[in-house]
């Protein structure tokens, strides 16, 4: 099993770049697994026991870990088994192994409980959770805030810097990136994203995956289609290098629009390869920063994307580690009500609202939207309908396939659901129906009309954004990015109606 003498390494499905068997930025404080050392892949069957993934997230990440352990060849012990202990014991029967710090609380303290196992600093990141929890201290408040952290990033690490200043003289070019969809356009004519080509080791996957849905009924949730995000190292390199070169010129202005036609719109899809660390973030930076110093890409949109990266994605990870577990359990605004059948099983034709059943849609066939639906629209709806917001993670951890622990528990509690009171984010984020007319083009066709509060054509989503101001009427009032919403609710004259039509909708598909 490899050189004599040498530790085996472990890796988590979501640990599975070059970077992680390489030394840290600082090879003294993290020399990294022994180069020569075996390399241990477990899939562990209790995984798809505990939780109801969408079906074409198992795929994928089974699919990376077969995909990885070929690469490796005689290196890697690839161990399939019911528990990680159990597996860990057959692929290591003596002596000890080393692990990367894992991305989830639940992982760290399965590793840390093995007497025989040594963890190393996480890799896969730009900035360690010591590293943030300096950044924090020194604060005059002693709160973070994205914009002054993805400022500090930037400094440290020496993106889009000229000198001591930001590239262009601005930090911030959001004013530039929120545009609504081009009028009548149906898409924006982008090359199509990278799409990989399944092999014998998908077909493989996807025939056992097959056979445990027949022996445990209703074991996952949407669509199992050709894969459709990168499983490889090469293929993760390929769908980076077509973003940079062929759509991320356009990314910028239209980064918060949506079109139904269009679902990638210029998106990158990189969160997958990424969350699964095949990618590096500070290698989609230097791409994208790169492209933007050849005159290749505007800095709007390099800005943006690196923004998403090196601001937003980082700020998450630190978060998740900062709050502590008890943050999972935050529910400021004491939303209690159960997710409804319809919407666990994603069941889109039973939904009117085009924009909803759209999205829904697009969940159950791949795993997958860009950010705005689901904020705006999938994580809106359940703000608007006062769903327990823990449910609400659970539900965005399972069934989206670049869904992980740390990567939903801030994003989802935080961000989405306001159930953190402010913590991270200065007022919740939910809106009627004359936003989503302005940045989709979902409300044209549908049976329901943005403007209208009462009736059978009222938009679910004004009245739910109304209902949800009425019932947060103090918490709103107080805090002046939402003060206006609430003197809005007081100017109008059929509040009663309206709220009754949201009563009215309850759990049924809007």
């Not at 074409?56 to 202990?85: C, F, N």
């Not at 994203?193 to 056992?208: C, G, H, L, S």
């Not at 009924?217 to 949407?222: E, I, L, N, Q, T």
Request: charged share 30%; proline share 8%.
């Amino acid at each position: 099993m490899g050189t004599t003498g040498t530790r085996p390494h472990w890796i988590f499905g979501d640990q599975l770049g070059p970077h992680v068997l390489a030394p840290g930025p600082d090879p003294e404080t993290d020399p990294g697994p022994d180069p020569r050392a075996p390399v241990v892949l477990i899939e562990a069957r209790s995984v798809l026991r505990r939780r109801r993934f969408h079906r074409a997230k198992a795929h994928l990440i089974l699919s990376a870990i077969r995909h990885r352990a070929a690469e490796l060849g005689d290196r890697a012990v690839h161990v399939r088994a019911d528990t990680y202990r159990e597996g860990l014991e057959r692929a290591v029967p003596r002596g000890g192994v080393t692990v990367r710090h894992p991305t989830s609380r639940a992982a760290l303290g399965l590793v840390r409980s093995m007497d025989r196992v040594t963890v190393l600093p996480a890799a896969g990141f730009l900035v360690p959770p010591e590293d943030f929890a300096r950044w924090v201290a020194d604060r005059p408040s002693g709160r973070p805030r994205q914009e002054d952290f993805y400022r500090w990033v930037r400094r440290e690490h020496d993106i889009l810097m000229e000198g001591d200043e930001p590239a262009g003289g601005r930090w911030n070019l959001d004013a530039e990136n929120r545009e609504p969809p081009p009028r009548g356009a149906r898409d924006l004519g982008l090359p199509r994203p990278y799409r990989p080509r399944e092999d014998d080791i998908d077909e493989e996957v996807r025939w056992e995956l097959d056979r445990w849905e027949r022996d445990h009924p209703g074991a996952f949730v949407g669509r199992d289609g050709p894969r459709r995000f990168p499983a490889t190292r090469r293929e993760a390199l390929a769908a980076l290098r077509r973003f940079v070169d062929l759509r991320l010129a356009t990314f910028g202005p239209h980064e918060d629009a949506v079109l139904a036609a269009d679902p990638t719109m210029s998106h990158s899809l990189l969160s997958v390869p990424l969350n699964l660390g095949l990618l590096h973030p500070a290698e989609c930076v230097d791409r994208a920063e790169d492209a933007w110093r050849r005159g290749v890409v505007p800095l709007n949109s390099a800005e943006g994307f690196i923004r998403q990266i090196a601001g937003w994605r980082e700020y998450v990870w630190a978060l998740y580690w900062h709050f502590g577990e008890e943050y999972r359990r935050s529910n400021a605004l004491r939303h209690h009500a159960p997710l409804p059948g319809w919407f666990l099983e994603l069941d889109a034709d039973a939904v009117t609202a085009r924009c909803l059943a759209d999205t829904l849609a697009r969940v159950r066939d791949t795993g997958w939207t860009h950010h705005i639906p689901r904020l705006m629209i999938l994580g809106s709806h359940a703000l608007q309908s006062g769903w327990d917001p823990a449910a609400v993670t659970d539900w965005f951890h399972r069934c989206f396939v670049d869904g992980h622990d740390w990567v939903m528990l801030p994003n989802v509690i935080g961000m989405s659901q306001y159930a953190d009171g402010g913590r991270m984010t200065t007022k919740p984020y939910t809106s009627g129906g004359a936003h989503l007319h302005r940045m989709t083009d979902h409300c044209g066709s549908c049976a329901h009309r943005p403007g209208e509060r009462t009736g059978e054509r009222a938009c679910p989503f004004t009245t739910g954004y109304w209902a949800f101001v009425h019932r947060h009427r103090a918490l709103l009032r107080g805090n002046h990015r939402t003060a206006r919403a609430v003197a809005g609710l007081d100017r109008l004259g059929d509040l009663e109606e309206v709220l009754a039509r949201h009563r009215e909708r309850g759990d049924t598909p809007p």
